[in-house]
C-alpha cells in the first residue's frame, strides 16, 4: 500500500475533450468522479483484477488485484495523471519479487531522451524507448509528454 502524490492541475481533462492540462494552467478543473476514473483505468486494459476506485476530496483510493507490478504502477499513474487529482492512495495486491519502478514528474523543457539520460547516464538517451514502452498505453507519442505528468521509469 502507498500514497503517491500528484500536481492537481496538470493531467487529462476527464469529460472535458481529454485535452491535457498543465501545471501552469490558470484553469480550474473540476476533480473526476470515481466512475470516471476507474472507467479510465479499465478502458486502458492494465490487468487489474477486482478494481475499486473511491474518490476522497482530490485523493483517489485505488484496490484490486494486479498481475504484476507493472500493471500496478500504470494503474497509480493512471488514476493520478487526470487533473483535480492530487494523491492517490492504492492498496493493489501483485506476486512477489517485482522490483518497483520509479516514478518521475516531467518539468518544462523535458523530453523522453533527456529524461532517460538523467536516470540511466549521459549517453543513454537512446533508451527513451524503455520509459515510452514502460508508460504505455497512457503515453500513445513519445513526443507528447507535459509538465506535471508523471511517468514510470523502470530500471534497465
Request: aromatic content about 6%.
Amino acid at each position: 500500500m502507498g500514497v503517491f502524490d500528484f500536481i492537481k492541475a496538470a493531467g487529462e481533462r476527464l469529460g472535458i475533450g481529454g485535452a491535457p492540462a498543465t501545471s501552469e494552467s490558470k484553469e480550474v478543473t473540476p476533480p473526476p468522479t470515481a466512475e470516471q476514473v476507474q472507467a479510465l483505468v479499465a478502458k486502458l486494459n492494465l490487468a487489474v483484477d477486482d478494481i475499486q476506485v473511491k474518490l476522497n476530496g482530490d485523493t483517489v483510493e485505488v484496490s484490486g488485484t494486479a498481475a504484476s507490478n507493472e500493471a500496478r504502477e500504470k494503474a497509480i499513474l493512471a488514476a493520478g495523471n487526470i487533473a483535480g487529482v492530487a494523491r492517490v492512495s492504492e492498496s493493489i495486491t501483485t506476486p512477489d519479487g517485482e522490483a518497483a519502478s520509479t516514478f518521475y514528474t516531467v518539468v518544462k523543457g523535458d523530453t523522453l531522451w533527456k529524461i532517460a539520460e538523467s536516470h540511466y547516464g549521459k549517453g543513454k538517451g537512446g533508451k527513451y524507448t524503455v520509459i515510452f514502452e514502460a508508460n504505455k498505453p497512457m503515453l500513445k507519442d513519445p513526443d507528447k509528454i507535459y509538465p506535471g505528468q508523471n511517468l514510470r521509469i523502470p530500471a534497465l
